[in-house]
């Protein structure tokens, strides 16, 4: 039996934008962003940017734009930085209207300690999107060092599963990272781009079921 012919006319998936908000003060959590960005462009029709949360803080309207965004801050003393968490506050006007609801969401810390309580940061980022109605995407890479590969060069060795971690010593040069941390920020970029695609365009818009004075305080 002759097998049926693959169709050549399915419809091109549609250009997917992703937006990388992340706050830097030594330029530590902006190298893995760029990582993280060079490995989101890897696939195809998604479009990523990179923006500053100080920047958005007077401008938060301009996230509604965005199918997807991955949020990056240093973790200060167990948290997010003062500048992200000011960016954070100022999206109050879209939790309201509920304008980021059904986007995707991931997130990403980096501290000068293999721990350095960046748990907690990841946990604060997970918990304003969850508010926000977003679609949380965690780190499903296994720790190559399992598998015998150098710890230095294995991709999640540090160990994190609900987002990304990168560690870089006090005091270092900006791009002073172990080769496994860079490969994870590429890696886990890839991840995201692709279940952006994967979710099939869900839109905020499409999923208000209510009027936001029906259920949110004003």
Known sequence: MKAPAIPTD????APRRLAIVYHSAHGHTEHIASHIRM????????AVDLLKAEDLIAAPADLIAY????????????GVSGPFKSFMDATGPLWRTQRLRGKLAAAFTVSS??????????MSLFIFCMQHGMVWVGNPLLPEQHRGVPEAE???RLGSWSGLMAQSAHGAPADAFAAGDLRTAR?????????????GG?????????????????
């Open 113 to 122: 300690l293999p721990s350095g309580d960046k748990q907690s940061t990841l």
């Open 39 to 46: 490995g989101a462009r890897g696939v195809p029709d998604v």
């Open 154 to 156: 294995a991709a999640n």
């Open 202 to 218: 869900v839109e905020a818009d499409s999923l208000l079921a209510a009027p936001a004075a029906a259920g949110v305080p004003a």
């Open 10 to 13: 399915r419809p091109a998936r």
């Open 67 to 78: 199918d997807g965004l991955v949020l990056g801050s240093p973790t200060y003393l167990g």
């Open 187 to 199: 890696l886990f970029g890839r991840h995201v781009a692709e279940t952006l695609h994967r979710l």
